[in-house]
């Protein structure tokens, strides 16, 4: 296992389904020796190397598209799809495609199961007590002005480390997120390091298939430790209610249990993936500057260059779902109790449905809806939060105080994942 791919945030276990089938915990051997059984049924893309797509998955995506955009892959455990029809049709059924796949880890790390694993009616109980909080009146009127001041600050901060240091990742998008994530969510006396450090060990722990006790003895401490913040919390809000996710949980009427576990996966997911986009973004402009000039003299091209961003460098790259019953995708059997990958970061290049220009990054690109934020029911809660914080407001705010704002080729920087894909560092300079 890649240690990026050990490290999705909202999925548990991204390379095999082991930890994932809470349906049938058991039955995991079981279901491995009915699909290699039935292997002629479907096609099987054994070719697939693993490390490969944590360094770049996109050569492996195109293949996968060309040859089965679903296929069996057996070292993932997984079907894989990897087109844009497939990937929606899959969105759009949860009764054949259940989100319902957790397993021991992501229960054992955030101790309950959050709404991203569960059907509706359940999940919609879930979700929608916070739904109005991250509504775009709400984002815009109440969250905007502490998105705006939280950049100003850490912009502050990459000013003082200065143009041969700076790395944007480190200095600027990770401790942003952070604090968004803090203020947005209703955290009170944590700390950006202290939360980052939550979301990872959750993140790891999901991922602890080979359950390691190194990594489960951290995850348990940062889950004792949200925990006893949200005991606080949970009953401060209820008497003292504001415009946070966490109030609103706590006036719901929801058990606590749910209520902890849904602030958990959010701590979890609601961090890296604002982060990427701030890098993502800044890097795409950077390697494109007829584009990159283009938005810097027409402001309003911010909304098109972030989408187009999200698209083409999809902070998650794929997400779990099983099948309840044997079903047909896009002319391919799958057995039931299948575990399935949805590649969305595949589909949101696939040519059939964005032309033949899909591989490139073009702001100027016809409109066409992407899966970067998932669809159906489980569409992204916080997708009107990061189009602000990160598309209006983190980067064309860098821009505005460094103009000259650009990759430092001098130094080196990283990319990591395929199921969760972003830059680990982004070294940039401004002179
Ligand atoms: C650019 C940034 C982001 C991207 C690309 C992104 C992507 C996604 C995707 C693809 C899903 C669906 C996963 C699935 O169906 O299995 C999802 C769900 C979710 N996201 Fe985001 N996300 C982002 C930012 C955020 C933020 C800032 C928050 C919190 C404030 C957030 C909270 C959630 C929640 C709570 C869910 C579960 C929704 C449900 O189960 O109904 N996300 N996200």
Not at 401 to 422: H, K, Y
Request: aromatic share 8%.
């Amino acid at each position: 296992m890649t240690p990026q791919a050990a490290r999705c945030p909202f999925h548990g276990d991204p390379e095999t389904n082991r930890a994932d089938t809470g349906r049938d915990s058991g039955g995991q051997d079981q279901q491995a020796a009915n699909h290699s059984r039935q292997a002629s049924d479907y096609p099987v893309a054994d070719w697939v190397d693993v490390a490969a797509l944590a360094s770049d998955p996109y050569p492996i995506y195109a293949r996968l598209r060309a040859e089965s955009p679903v296929a069996w892959v057996p070292q993932l455990n997984k079907f894989l799809v990897t087109n844009y029809t497939g990937c929606h049709a899959v969105e759009q059924d949860q009764e054949i495609f259940s989100a319902e796949v957790t397993g021991a880890t992501m229960t054992r790390a955030i101790g309950a199961r959050p709404m991203l694993r569960k059907d509706d009616p359940e999940h919609s109980a879930d979700r929608a007590p916070m739904n109005p909080v991250l509504r775009p009146k709400s984002i815009k009127e109440v969250w905007g002005p502490v998105f705006e001041g939280n950049a100003e600050t850490y912009l502050e901060k990459v000013a003082e480390i200065g143009p041969k240091e700076a790395d944007l990742n480190r200095d600027y998008a990770a401790p942003l997120a952070s604090q968004n994530l803090i203020d947005l969510l209703g955290l009170k006396d944590v700390s950006v390091e202290q939360v980052r450090r939550w979301s990872h060990d959750f993140i790891a722990g999901m991922g602890n298939v080979l359950d390691d006790p190194a990594i489960w003895e951290r995850c348990d401490a940062s889950t004792a430790e949200a925990d006893r913040l949200l005991e606080e919390l949970i009953p401060y809000y209820r008497q003292t209610p504001d415009a946070s996710m966490v109030s609103a949980w706590a006036n719901s009427g929801l058990p606590t249990s749910n209520v902890a576990a849904n602030v958990k996966l959010t701590i979890s997911g609601g961090m890296n993936e604002p982060q990427h986009m701030v890098t993502n973004m800044v890097w795409a402009l950077s390697y494109h500057a007829e584009q990159s000039a283009l938005v810097l003299t027409d402001p309003s091209l911010w909304a098109a260059a972030f989408d187009e961003a999200v698209r083409w460098q999809s902070p998650i790259g794929m997400y779990p779902r099983e099948t309840t019953q044997e079903t047909i995708l896009e002319g391919v059997r799958i057995p039931a109790g299948a575990g399935i990958g949805v590649v969305v970061a595949s589909a949101n290049r696939d040519a059939a449905h964005f032309g033949d220009s899909a591989a490139d990054f073009d702001i100027n690109r016809p409109k066409r809806p992407h899966l970067a934020f998932g669809s159906g029911v489980h569409l992204c809660a916080g997708h009107w939060a990061a189009k602000t914080s990160i598309g209006q407001l983190a980067v064309p705010m860098a821009y505005e105080r460094f103009p000259r704002l650009r990759v430092d080729e001098q130094r080196n920087e990283s990319w990591d994942g395929w199921v969760f894909r972003g830059l680990t560092s982004l070294p940039v300079t401004w002179n």
